[in-house]
């Protein structure tokens, strides 16, 4: 079993940064893939950003040049530095790991607003 929990959400103006946490725990030797998705209200979850267990990322165009995933494997935490955030970037932030399967923290919210 794998327990991930995210935190660092909050609201934020226009323009602003935040930096996402996302901490595994559990009976497992080391994590695969980790990354975040995101849910804005009425729509569907989408990929935001992903990092391998070797350092590859991948990130959603929406992000790119914005947002930066990084982890720590010794501390089995995955990390979303999210800069020039605008309001379209409103969602439930869910962290997700790989073990055999994914596993999926219960989310944090980030608003954008004014």
């Known amino acids: 079993q794998v327990q991930l929990v995210e935190s660092g959400g909050g609201l934020v103006q226009p323009g602003g940064s935040l930096r996402l946490s996302c901490a595994a725990s559990g009976s497992f030797s080391s994590i695969g893939a980790m990354g975040w998705y995101r849910q804005a209200p009425g729509k569907q979850r989408e990929l935001v950003a992903y990092?391998?267990?070797?350092?590859?990322?991948n990130y959603a165009e929406s992000v790119k040049g914005r947002f930066t995933i990084s982890r720590d494997n010794a501390k089995n935490t995955v990390y979303l530095q999210m800069s020039r955030l605008k309001p379209e970037d409103t969602a439930v932030y869910y962290c997700?790991?790989?073990?055999?399967?994914?596993?999926w923290g219960k989310g944090t919210l980030v608003t954008v607003s004014s």
């Open positions: 997700y790991g790989s073990y055999g399967m994914n596993y």
């Open positions: 990092i391998t267990s070797g350092g590859s990322t």
